[in-house]
């Protein structure tokens, strides 16, 4: 399974961006699927994961309201609209796919593909 993440930039606050996550070589209708974020200095923390019928979608609270992650079974991708961006959601951003026992989970150890992040800078 690879999974190739796109659609970072730079971009001033308030304004929006949308991540993409091509899925290949795997069954994507059966993966969990997240988003995660690094920012400069700190740790990875997720943001936003979905299970794997797209039914159900989880969010950090800090991005609660202003992120929306959602799956395209007919394109094998994976997105996250970014909207009223904020100088502190500058980070390099994560894609990663799995099979967590209870269909989804933010736990990064449960998923077991990841794509190369791509970097959202958010300018003030």
């Known amino acids: 399974v690879q999974l190739q993440a796109s659609g970072g930039g730079l971009v001033q606050a308030g304004g929006s961006l949308r991540l993409s996550c091509a899925a290949s070589g795997g069954a994507f209708s059966s993966f969990a699927m997240g988003w995660f974020r690094q920012p400069p200095g700190k740790g990875r923390e997720w943001i936003a994961v979905?299970?794997?019928?797209?039914?159900?979608?989880y969010y950090k609270d800090s991005v609660k309201g202003r992120f929306t992650i959602s799956k395209d079974y007919g394109e094998n991708t994976l997105y996250l609209q970014m909207n009223s961006l904020k100088p502190e959601d500058t980070a390099r951003y994560y894609c990663a796919a799995g099979f967590p026992s209870v269909g989804w989970t933010i736990l990064e150890g449960e998923y077991d593909y990841w794509g190369q992040g791509t970097q959202v800078t958010v300018s003030s």
């Open positions: 979905i299970n794997w019928n797209g039914v159900n979608a």
